[in-house]
């Protein structure tokens, strides 16, 4: 027994140290969450490493700063000359996004859309690498202590990064978007198409599970989608480079990365994010229904007010113009409609409006036949959240059936279209 | 001294102290994560293979070099976001498999050095592939092309980095 022992003593030496890291490798495997007795030993190896990658960083950018600051200071003048120009220029692009920005604001709070803010950020150094083709993963110098923690975003100025994937006590390990094992929620910004942000073996990155059907030219800018809950939504994430036909219907997009992934030097590490719906400029409910008055070339004198309990339930169906020659009605659902035909200025304000309201609005709208001041309202212009059988067609009381009809609302040009229920 | 003979042939069995044995696979590892974030080119080269390999040859002990492999390779996999121990199994194979080549072979010449360095970096991947695919189920795509040019560029490396090494040999 002896003799075959020391025979084969380098064997068995080899068949067990493989077996012990397979069994390791299986117990890494089945787990779901990263414990201590795998993290000790990438705890020895990355606390081994990166305090010289730290020192190194550190040296490498003093003599890079002192060069770039000190001495290599050819082209500053022109330079600032042109910073100026394009600060000018940028100034004048501020000010539309302002007025588009004000606008989506006041939609989103029209539709009770919620949005999410970074409201705080970490900056952090690169300061080494995972040094392997199959892990595309880097360090930054800001751990725990920095009150970082698993699945937060890593972005820079032009685009997304990737997110932190183990946080150790002074640094963090951050999986690229350009690894094959990373997935962004991602969206075309043009054709507002949803897809999976991954990265292949190779390091390139591909927009999947977009149907082949659908037209996807390059040149087309992706953007975080914020369905993975990590990423904000809106943020840049790359290029379309080239689209082809990819196995099961669906198109291959590859993505060049907005960000240079392979020369990062600094980077944010999103510590804070904000859920919440927009607020308004100013404050005070405005009903939609005196928005509308505002702008119609003249309004008829108040009628004396209906009493609303007299109010069908087919009420809410009016079309918004008529609603809106009789200001004194509860606040219609009209006002989606109005302001998807007109859309109103920065200084407006319109309350939000629960979503649900926007069906019966649509039905009402005066494009629909047969629909008018005293139509009978279908059942179909019940709200969609009612429950219940549908009750009996309701004549629509008008509260001023004897006055003259106001000139038209608004031209034919104008005229209200059915809005959307949802926001694409 | 000799210490193995094969064939006839005297083949020499060299040690290194202590700090060789734990400096060079260190600052091997550190270079691995330093320098492909400065320059994506040494993203191809894998130093601690090559370093693995060297130990192998030169100690040309199994066990010593099946235990060197392993422990590099545990060690580059904590750096990495991929579960340790792929790398730790490739590598152990090929220090097993460089110390067992170096007990029989004598590889003190650049062109055996490059051959062998050569066949060790693509076996390294080979193990490595079936290791990802087959035990961790990680979506991997072989490329010959890309391996054996891989390969190339870290024998041609290998050479002149076991060139460096040697001055640290010392004959037991």
């Not at chain 1, 689209?243 to 590490?269: C, H, M, Q, Y």
């Not at chain 1, 212009?381 to 509260?399: I, M, Q, Y």
Request: proline share 9%.
């Amino acid at each position: 027994m002896e003799s075959v022992l020391g025979r084969y003593k380098n064997l068995i030496v080899l068949v067990c140290v493989l077996f012990a890291q397979v069994l390791g490798l299986a117990v890494q495997v089945k787990r779901t969450t990263d414990t201590e007795s795998s993290r000790l030993i990438r705890i020895w190896a990355v606390d081994s490493v990166t305090p010289f990658e730290k020192v190194l960083n550190w040296m490498h950018n003093s003599s890079w700063n002192i060069w770039h600051n000190y001495f290599y200071l050819r082209g500053v003048r022109a330079e600032n000359r042109g910073l100026k120009a394009e600060i000018e220029r940028l100034r004048l692009e501020q000010i539309r996004l302002n007025e588009d920005a004000a606008q989506a604001r006041r939609l989103q709070a029209l539709f009770g859309f919620k949005e999410q803010f970074i409201s705080q950020t970490k900056p952090a150094q690169v300061i080494g690498s995972s040094g392997s083709e199959q892990s595309r993963a880097i360090y930054i110098d800001k751990g725990e202590s920095d009150g970082l923690k698993p699945d937060m975003a890593v972005i820079t100025a032009d685009g997304i990064v990737g997110k932190v994937l183990k946080v150790f006590h002074s640094t963090s390990q951050v999986l690229l978007i350009d690894d094959q094992s990373s997935g962004v929620g991602g969206i075309l910004e043009k054709s507002r198409l949803q897809g999976i942000v991954r990265g292949t073996r190779s390091g390139e990155v591909v927009l999947e599970h977009i149907m082949s059907d659908n037209p996807v030219q390059p040149g087309e800018v992706v953007r975080t989608s914020g369905g993975d809950r990590i990423f904000p939504k809106g943020l840049p994430v790359g290029t379309v480079s080239q689209v082809g036909n990819g196995p099961d219907l669906f198109l291959t997009i590859r993505v060049r990365p907005a960000a240079n992934l392979s020369k990062l030097e600094e980077v944010l590490v999103v510590t804070k994010l904000v859920e919440q719906e927009p607020t308004q400029l100013e404050s005070g409910p405005v009903r939609a229904a005196d928005i509308l008055a505002q702008r119609l070339p003249s309004v008829p004198d108040k009628p004396p007010a209906a009493d609303p309990s007299k109010l069908g339930a087919g009420e809410a169906a009016k079309p918004s113009a008529p609603a809106a020659s009789k200001p004194a009605k509860p606040a219609g659902v009209s006002a989606p409609n109005t302001n998807a035909a007109n859309p109103p200025k920065p200084d407006d304000k319109v309350p939000p409006k629960p979503q649900a309201q926007a069906s019966p609005a649509r039905a009402a709208s005066p494009s629909s036949p047969g629909v008018g001041p005293t139509a009978t309202a279908p059942s179909a212009l019940k709200p969609a959240t009612e429950k219940g059988p549908a009750p009996p067609p309701v004549k629509v009381v008008d509260p001023t059936p004897s006055t003259p009809k106001p000139k038209p609302a608004a031209p034919p040009a104008n005229a209200p279209t059915p809005i959307q229920d949802g926001p694409q | 001294m000799p210490i193995t003979y094969t064939s006839g042939e005297q083949v020499e069995v060299y040690r290194f102290n202590w700090p060789i044995t734990i400096g060079v696979p260190a600052t091997a590892l550190f270079l691995q994560a330093w320098l492909p974030r400065h320059l994506s080119f040494f993203a191809m080269l894998d130093l601690p293979l090559l370093v693995t390999i060297f130990f192998g040859i030169s100690r040309r002990n199994p066990v010593s070099g099946l235990l060197t492999g392993s422990i590099i390779g545990v060690f580059q996999d904590a750096l990495t976001s991929l579960p340790i121990g792929i790398n730790g199994i490739a590598k152990t194979v090929v220090g097993y498999g460089a110390s067992s080549l170096g007990v029989k072979l004598d590889v003190e010449n650049a062109g055996a050095r490059l051959l062998v360095t050569l066949v060790f970096c693509v076996a390294h991947k080979i193990v490595y592939f079936m290791v990802a695919r087959g035990l961790v189920n990680l979506s991997m795509q072989w490329s010959w092309p890309h391996e054996l040019w891989a390969a190339f560029i870290n024998a041609i490396v290998g050479v002149f980095l076991f060139f460096a090494l040697d001055r640290f040999k010392q004959r037991t």
